[in-house]
């Protein structure tokens, strides 16, 4: 079974690295083959994850991205869309699987939605979706949900003079 680290530039196979060196400002990892070479540089800090054990995924196994473009305002439906990815395995770690997918930019919106090559959809919690559209009505319940959390009605500043004795 072959092994792989994702670095910024693509997977790396663990059996090429002899070395790992912590870049102290940074707190990335440099990555380095029997002759020294550079394989790659690592955004994770923490060496279990960056090392556990990868596994092929099941050809037809996909990933659905979903993300919203609302910047500042609450996430409309029109706001969601989701991006379509091949899973090519999985990161397997204490009590979790992880999708690896092609190199995908990744934003802290972001939701995955796994498709299974049966046509099943599964959260990343293990939640079942009968489609794909119940999958994103539940992934823009969540925005909205976050977005009121962090934006909840405030008292204007007008409102608050108002309140105040004269």
């Known amino acids: 079974m072959r092994r792989f680290i994702e670095t910024r530039a693509g997977l790396v196979n663990l059996d090429h690295v002899v070395r790992i060196e912590e870049d102290e400002p940074t707190g990335h990892h440099l990555l380095f083959d029997a002759n020294g070479n550079t394989l790659g540089v690592t955004w994770v800090?923490?060496?279990?994850?960056?090392?556990?054990?990868?596994?092929?995924?099941?050809?037809?196994?996909?990933?659905?991205?979903?993300?919203?473009?609302?910047?500042?305002?609450?996430?409309?439906?029109?706001?969601?869309?989701?991006?379509?990815?091949?899973?090519?395995?999985?990161?397997?770690?204490?009590?979790?699987?992880?999708?690896?997918?092609?190199?995908?930019?990744?934003?802290?919106?972001?939701?995955?939605?796994?498709?299974?090559?049966?046509?099943?959809?599964?959260?990343?919690?293990?939640?079942?979706?009968?489609?794909?559209?119940q999958a994103q009505t539940r992934f823009l319940a969540d925005r909205q949900d976050e977005w009121d959390s962090t934006n909840a009605a405030k008292p204007s500043d007008a409102a608050k003079d108002a309140a105040e004795p004269a």
């Open 45 to 133: 800090h923490n060496l279990t994850d960056l090392c556990g054990t990868i596994v092929s995924a099941a050809p037809g196994t996909f990933a659905f991205i979903f993300d919203h473009d609302a910047l500042s305002e609450r996430p409309t439906a029109e706001n969601v869309y989701s991006t379509l990815t091949p899973v090519i395995g999985w990161r397997i770690g204490p009590g979790e699987r992880i999708p690896v997918l092609l190199e995908t930019a990744r934003t802290e919106h972001e939701w995955l939605v796994i498709q299974m090559p049966t046509g099943q959809l599964f959260g990343m919690t293990g939640e079942g979706f009968d489609t794909l559209d």
